[in-house]
């Protein structure tokens, strides 16, 4: 199994509340991403960093914002949660190689009532 | 932008058959590789398979294997032997050559073994 961690895995919120989404990884790969999938369905980018103190958006429009003060930790937080917000966060890291997979963490599923 | 397609929204075979998973992509790059990742429920993802675009010969991981065509821009997977623990969400998944090197994913395909 891979050695990144999501926490939590499940969580139940209502509207409003500032949450914070955690992802560790500890093979001290440089490349980390998060991406939002609504179930059974595809994912798509909205986070990812190159390395310490560097962020960028992806792909998809997010609300949410991220940091990267430490090679192992890239947390997702959303300032005021809505019910839009509803879907599995899925976070993942690579070592950077163009044939480097990618290691996923196991998702945090995100209820907004 | 590239794009991943991948058209059988749900797949089903028996035990021990041979299944073929379909996706195709969309790109202006010569520099590119292909991955194919399973997640089942409930679990992490997992890369099954990975396929560079400058390699003519088809990747094979034991059970599965790829069906590589650059020119058509087809990437199909077949897995043999299916087994019980194959069922899950398969993911087609394109990734530049430069850059972010960001995955782009297609919209899945359902596997269903029945025993």
């Known amino acids: 199994e891979a050695d990144i961690y999501q926490t939590p895995r499940y969580l139940v919120i209502g509207t409003g509340k500032k949450i914070t989404l955690e992802c560790s990884q500890t093979?001290?790969?440089?490349?980390m991403y998060w991406y939002q999938q609504d179930p059974g369905m595809e994912l798509h980018l909205i986070h990812y960093?190159?390395?310490?103190?560097?962020?960028e958006k992806g792909d998809l429009s997010s609300e949410s914002t991220v940091s990267r003060i430490r090679t192992e930790h890239f947390p997702l937080t959303l300032e005021s949660a809505r019910p839009s917000h509803t879907s599995q966060y899925l976070c993942?890291?690579?070592?950077?190689?163009?044939?480097?997979?990618?290691?996923f963490g196991e998702g945090s599923r995100l209820t907004v009532l | 932008a590239q794009t991943v397609t991948q058209s059988q929204p749900e797949m089903s075979v028996q035990e021990a058959e041979t299944v073929t998973l379909s996706c195709t992509y969309d790109?202006?790059?010569?520099?590119?590789?292909l991955f194919w990742y399973k997640q089942p429920p409930s679990r992490q993802m997992i890369l099954v398979i990975r396929q560079e675009a400058y390699k003519q010969q088809n990747a094979t991981e034991n059970r599965f294997s790829v069906n590589f065509q650059k020119a058509a821009k087809s990437f199909s997977l077949k897995i043999s032997d299916s087994q019980l623990g194959d069922a899950a969400m398969y993911f087609c998944a394109y990734r530049s050559g430069k850059g972010a090197q960001k995955l782009v994913f297609g919209q899945g395909t359902r596997l269903t073994i029945n025993p």
């Open positions: 093979m001290g790969h440089d490349k």
């Open positions: 790109t202006s790059e010569s520099d590119y590789y």
């Open positions: 960093s190159y390395g310490v103190n560097s962020t």
């Open positions: 993942a890291s690579t070592r950077g190689t163009n044939t480097g997979e990618l290691f």
